[in-house]
């Protein structure tokens, strides 16, 4: 898609005025394009294979079908949308899931409204989002595990090292494999092999551990 186009957003949540306050910000932003609504789990997973749309924001609990079901299903079909959570659960392992099963991100629904479209915009570019007061969450869980505890002790490969640079940056596979001229099947083969060798699930877990180790190594 040329990124100079609007996004195009399904919105997948069972409270309709949540929804229609979203659905006003989103009309309201020039650089996005809303497409559908659903108001379950498999109203949503129908909408979005057949609308296609970029980005889908995607309730975590809804009363058909749990959001990490439908993330999972979306993801196991191949479907090429991001997929951002908005949710009022803040609970870490609400957050874990997931992240685990291939969420693009995790957003928090007592957001600002300029924040929530900042955040969505950043997501529109590739990046990665979370909402900011969730960060600690991920940095207690990283605690809890056994895991390399530098860069150094990882033993990444070069061309794993640059990967995890990028994801440090939040950026999706598809702009890793553009940055680095490779293809987007080998960036996903890298990143299972540098998710395993940290002991992680997740490639926002790998960005949040390798952003502590940098800051605790500088002097």
Not at 115 to 135: H, V
Not at 162 to 175: E, M
């Amino acid at each position: 898609m040329n990124p100079a186009e609007p996004q195009s957003i399904l919105i997948v949540d069972d409270h309709p005025l949540f929804r229609k306050g979203v659905i006003q910000l989103i009309q309201a932003a020039p650089e996005f394009r809303f497409v559908g609504e659903a108001p379950s789990g498999r109203e949503g997973i129908a909408l979005a294979h057949s609308l296609q749309p970029d980005m889908i924001l995607l309730d975590l609990n809804m009363k058909d079908m749990n959001g990490v079901e439908v993330l999972k299903t979306l993801k196991d079909a191949g479907l090429d949308s991001r997929i951002i959570m908005l949710t009022v659960s803040d609970h870490a392992e609400d957050l874990m899931a997931a992240l685990q099963a291939g969420a693009d991100g995790y957003l928090l629904k007592d957001m600002e409204p300029e924040d929530l479209m900042q955040q969505l915009a950043e997501a529109a570019r590739g990046k990665i989002t979370i909402s900011e007061r969730l960060t600690q969450l991920l940095v207690a869980s990283l605690r809890e595990k056994d895991r390399p505890t530098s860069l150094a002790e990882a033993g990444l490969t070069e061309q794993e090292s640059r990967i995890l640079d990028h994801l440090i940056g939040g950026k999706s596979n598809k702009l890793i494999a553009r940055d680095m001229g490779i293809a987007e099947g080998t960036v996903k083969v890298h990143v299972k092999h540098l998710l395993k060798k940290l002991n992680l699930r997740s490639r926002v877990e790998a960005a949040v551990w390798a952003d502590r180790c940098r800051r605790q190594a500088k002097p």
